[in-house]
């Protein structure tokens, strides 16, 4: 049921000329992962990987992602799905303008609301401004549970940060480590990782 409402939105977004960026898209990003899983990762928009492919946080990004949620024991068939804030790369993988957010914003709300995650993790500044407002610092916010609209959502560094500034990492693996133990509370009491006994 949640999937093929899913895949109405998915059909909405290939049909989507709300902004300027379906111009310039190759393929829609419109998310991927277990539409089942209790975690909901976000990121800001596809980059050129992403756009050539459809497949969400794919280039070295995304591979890096995968690393941090393997060392967590967790998986995109399993417990995640990931998404964007924006559906359609942006030229030259600048940020989205606040226009280009908002427009493409409802999509994302909507995929919330049929996965219905118990934990939200925001990768990075544009998806922290975008979804919990617009003056915060990932700086000062990552690491910390919010509650928005009922859920647990831990705001953490983007990976192509953590490419940036490998110094970073240290601090993105805490915030994982509260992740994984909120899971462990809400989701699975048996759920172990590697490095989280
Ligand atoms: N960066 C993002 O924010 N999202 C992707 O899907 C890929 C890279």
């Not at 492919?53 to 995109?76: E, P, T, V, W, Y």
């Amino acid at each position: 049921m949640c999937e093929q409402e899913l895949n109405k939105i998915k059909q909405e977004v290939e049909n989507c000329s709300l902004c300027p960026l379906h111009k310039s898209r190759t393929m829609v990003v419109f998310g991927d992962g277990n539409p089942k899983g209790k975690i909901f990762l976000i990121g800001e928009g596809p980059g050129f990987e992403e756009d050539k492919s459809g497949k969400a946080f794919i280039g070295r990004s995304g591979q890096l992602l995968d690393k941090i949620l393997l060392a967590c024991n967790f998986n995109r068939n399993d417990h995640v799905y990931i998404g964007n804030i924006v559906k359609c790369r942006p030229p030259g993988n600048r940020t989205p303008s606040t226009e280009e957010q908002a427009a493409c914003l409802p999509y994302l709300e909507r995929q919330i609301e049929l996965i219905s995650p118990e934990i939200i993790v925001i990768l990075g500044a544009t998806a922290l401004q975008a979804l919990l407002g617009k003056n915060l610092k990932i700086t000062k916010e990552r690491g910390n549970w919010h509650i928005w609209f009922n859920r647990f959502v831990m705001p953490t560094y983007h990976p192509s940060a953590l490419l940036r500034n490998p110094s970073l990492k240290k601090d993105a693996w805490e915030d994982f480590k509260k992740v994984i133990l909120k899971y462990r509370e809400l989701v699975d009491p048996d759920h172990r990782s590697p490095f989280v006994k």
